[in-house]
């Protein structure tokens, strides 16, 4: 249980009261305090690490470096994406054009989805969203 409070209050702390320490937080406090999390470079380092494991434990099933668009399919898949959204979000992420995704293509999609809040490729990195 001491872990737990520990945790929490780290969270509190770290997430919520920001670094005006704040006693009690808005909605709006709580969004700018995670919006500022995701733009810390130490946490996009983290991020990148994360993805480069994803890439090769889950999306990379052929081993090759790369993600082909079946092996893509399947990745979306495995979130509920239909095969047919596969497309668009598979071309937005191959940046080099060459019909696959390269780890680093992967990584920086992956990364620019959760710490980039302009309207790029990145925005279909799990899929389009469906209203």
Not at 25 to 52: G, Y
Not at 53 to 72: I, L, M, N, W
Request: aromatic share 18%; with cysteine; net charge negative.
């Amino acid at each position: 249980m001491e872990t737990f409070v520990d945790q929490m209050n780290y969270a509190w702390t770290y997430f919520w009261a920001g670094p005006e320490k704040k006693v009690n937080v808005t909605l709006s406090d709580c969004v700018h305090n995670h919006a500022r999390t995701f733009r810390e470079p130490a946490f996009q380092e983290e991020q990148r690490k994360w993805f480069h494991v994803y890439f090769d434990t889950v999306a990379d099933k052929g081993g090759h470096g790369y993600v082909s668009r079946k092996e893509y399919e399947e990745f979306l898949g495995l979130f509920g994406v239909h095969p047919l959204s596969v497309s668009p979000s598979f071309e937005a992420l191959d940046t080099a054009g060459d019909g696959q995704i390269s780890k680093e293509e992967f990584a920086n999609a992956g990364i620019g989805f959760f710490c980039c809040t302009a309207d790029t490729p990145a925005k279909l990195f799990w899929g389009p969203f469906l209203a």
